[in-house]
């Protein structure tokens, strides 16, 4: 995929909102007067704060000589807004681009040039790279939004203009990997819906770029809610060589994220290879519910496939839409209201979830089989129901769990009866 190019920055107007803190800094560290110009003369940054705003006069010549100039008590004579010290350069991408400057004696502020001009000069470096990774992080999810609007919209021809634009090729068997930062107790790493990305933020970007990225067509793509989208082209046929890569880019994060103080269990759900865009979109979709669906089911493992069965299990709880919603719904309150409702409800999902075998069960809960025969016939005595029909008690199980999941998404309080 193509990227735009930022060419350099525009002199220290990207730095100027917190030049007057490195002014600070430095000052405190070093205990000498220190002041910032652009290139244009204007003070950023300055120990006195009466001199923000105003012209320095001599940033020109220094400027335009790109060497360090000195300024004597007697060579200042006359000169407005001028006070003995060292003038400096700052170079950025070969420009001199402002000019700092240290005040007092020159032969004492002398032995402070380099250490400041270099570290500043630094900071510059930095914070070109940092808008730099910020906007790449920005294209990648505006194309990604771009695209799903498009589909919305039905509208497959500016898909593809869209698509030519940003060198993005159709056809090509991609896996859909959307990776989750279960951050428990930092949430640093949750990707914010704004403009902005936190230098962590773009640490994480440029790790799953090299992890990731083996090809232009290869896309990383920055979402919302701690999420990462990755679009990843196929090398292979080989389904088990793609899940080892996953198990090793698994461990390869959480080594990352321990580096960075992130508290942090990855998550990765993934679809096979597809070719088509309104299929990318499909899989982003069933990526994201199942990462949900384990989420809500307690499901730590770090790889959830769409295709694993237990997972789409749970996730038929979840969505499926149950006849006779009305009626479920009253024998749910029913069983609620019932005195020994918890014990009830927990011993019938148990029986379902054991096949419908009462021995099974009973060893599961921990009882003998005849106290959980007991409960079933009070549970069928309560519904009217046959606890030996699989269709009505895969009903009374799919009302039961769903009540369930509404309640936990809720945050209801009374949670024991499930």
Same mark, same amino acid.
């Given at each position: 995929?193509?990227?735009?190019?930022?060419?350099?920055?525009?002199?220290?107007?990207?730095?100027?909102?917190?030049?007057?803190? #490195?002014?600070?800094?430095?000052?405190?560290?070093?205990?000498?007067?220190?002041?910032?110009?652009?290139?244009?003369?204007?003070?950023?940054?300055?120990?006195?704060?009466?001199?923000?705003?105003?012209?320095?006069?001599?940033?020109?010549?220094?400027?335009?000589?790109?060497?360090?100039?000195?300024?004597?008590?007697?060579?200042?004579?006359?000169?407005?807004?001028?006070?003995?010290?060292?003038?400096?350069?700052?170079?950025?991408?070969?420009?001199?681009?402002?000019?700092?400057?240290?005040?007092?004696?020159?032969?004492?502020?002398?032995?402070?040039?380099?250490?400041?001009?270099?570290?500043?000069?630094?900071?510059?470096?930095?914070?070109?790279?940092?808008?730099?990774?910020?906007?790449?992080?920005?294209?990648?999810?505006?194309?990604?939004?771009?695209?799903?609007?498009?589909?919305?919209?039905?509208?497959?021809?500016?898909?593809?203009?869209?698509?030519?634009?940003?060198?993005?090729?159709?056809?090509?068997?991609?896996?859909?990997?959307?990776?989750?930062?279960?951050?428990?107790?930092?949430?640093?790493?949750?990707?914010?819906?704004?403009?902005?990305?936190?230098?962590?933020? +773009?640490?994480?970007?440029?790790?799953?770029?090299?992890?990731?990225?083996?090809?232009?067509?290869?896309?990383?793509?920055?979402?919302?809610?701690?999420?990462?989208? #990755?679009?990843?082209?196929?090398?292979?046929?080989?389904?088990?060589?793609?899940?080892?890569?996953?198990?090793?880019?698994?461990?390869?994060?959480?080594?990352?994220?321990?580096?960075?103080?992130?508290?942090?269990?990855?998550?990765?759900?993934?679809?096979?290879?597809?070719?088509?865009?309104?299929?990318?979109?499909?899989?982003?979709?069933?990526?994201?519910?199942?990462?949900?669906?384990?989420?809500?089911?307690?499901?730590?493992?770090?790889?959830?496939?769409?295709?694993?069965?237990?997972?789409?299990?749970?996730?038929?709880?979840?969505?499926?839409?149950?006849?006779?919603?009305?009626?479920?719904?009253?024998?749910?309150?029913?069983?609620?209201?019932?005195?020994?409702?918890?014990?009830?409800?927990?011993?019938?999902?148990?029986?379902?979830?054991?096949?419908?075998?009462?021995?099974?069960?009973?060893?599961?809960?921990?009882?003998?089989?005849?106290?959980?025969?007991?409960?079933? +016939?009070?549970?069928?005595?309560?519904?009217?129901?046959?606890?030996?029909?699989?269709?009505?008690?895969?009903?009374?199980?799919?009302?039961?769990?769903?009540?369930?999941?509404?309640?936990?998404?809720?945050?209801?309080?009374?949670?024991?009866?499930?």
């Amino acid at each position: 995929m193509k990227t735009i190019q930022r060419k350099g920055l525009k002199g220290l107007q990207d730095i100027g909102h917190y030049a007057q803190s #490195i002014v600070e800094q430095f000052s405190t560290l070093l205990n000498i007067p220190i002041s910032i110009t652009d290139k244009n003369g204007m003070v950023i940054g300055s120990t006195d704060n009466t001199r923000l705003g105003s012209l320095h006069t001599v940033t020109a010549e220094v400027t335009k000589s790109g060497k360090v100039m000195y300024y004597s008590q007697d060579k200042i004579a006359g000169l407005d807004n001028v006070l003995p010290g060292i003038a400096v350069p700052l170079r950025f991408q070969q420009e001199t681009v402002g000019v700092l400057g240290l005040i007092g004696d020159p032969e004492i502020v002398e032995r402070y040039v380099s250490f400041v001009q270099s570290h500043i000069e630094m900071i510059l470096m930095e914070n070109f790279r940092s808008k730099s990774v910020a906007s790449q992080m920005e294209l990648k999810r505006s194309f990604f939004q771009r695209i799903s609007s498009y589909i919305k919209a039905d509208d497959l021809e500016g898909v593809g203009s869209y698509f030519e634009m940003h060198g993005f090729v159709v056809g090509i068997p991609r896996h859909c990997i959307l990776l989750d930062l279960q951050v428990i107790n930092n949430n640093a790493a949750v990707i914010r819906p704004t403009h902005e990305f936190s230098r962590m933020e +773009q640490e994480l970007y440029l790790f799953l770029t090299n992890l990731f990225n083996s090809t232009e067509q290869d896309l990383i793509v920055p979402l919302s809610a701690g999420q990462w989208l #990755i679009l990843s082209s196929v090398q292979s046929d080989n389904n088990p060589a793609f899940t080892k890569r996953i198990e090793f880019v698994t461990e390869k994060l959480c080594n990352f994220l321990d580096t960075l103080n992130v508290d942090s269990k990855p998550q990765f759900s993934c679809s096979p290879p597809v070719s088509s865009i309104e299929e990318i979109l499909q899989v982003y979709e069933q990526c994201r519910k199942a990462l949900e669906t384990a989420k809500r089911n307690g499901l730590v493992q770090s790889f959830v496939s769409i295709e694993d069965w237990n997972v789409l299990s749970l996730g038929l709880v979840e969505e499926v839409s149950l006849p006779g919603q009305w009626t479920l719904d009253r024998y749910v309150e029913k069983l609620q209201d019932h005195v020994n409702s918890s014990v009830l409800i927990e011993s019938f999902l148990v029986y379902c979830e054991e096949q419908l075998n009462m021995s099974q069960a009973a060893r599961k809960l921990y009882i003998h089989r005849n106290t959980l025969l007991y409960r079933m +016939q009070q549970l069928q005595q309560l519904l009217n129901f046959d606890l030996q029909c699989f269709r009505q008690c895969t009903l009374l199980y799919l009302a039961l769990k769903q009540h369930q999941t509404i309640q936990n998404t809720n945050g209801k309080e009374n949670r024991s009866v499930f």
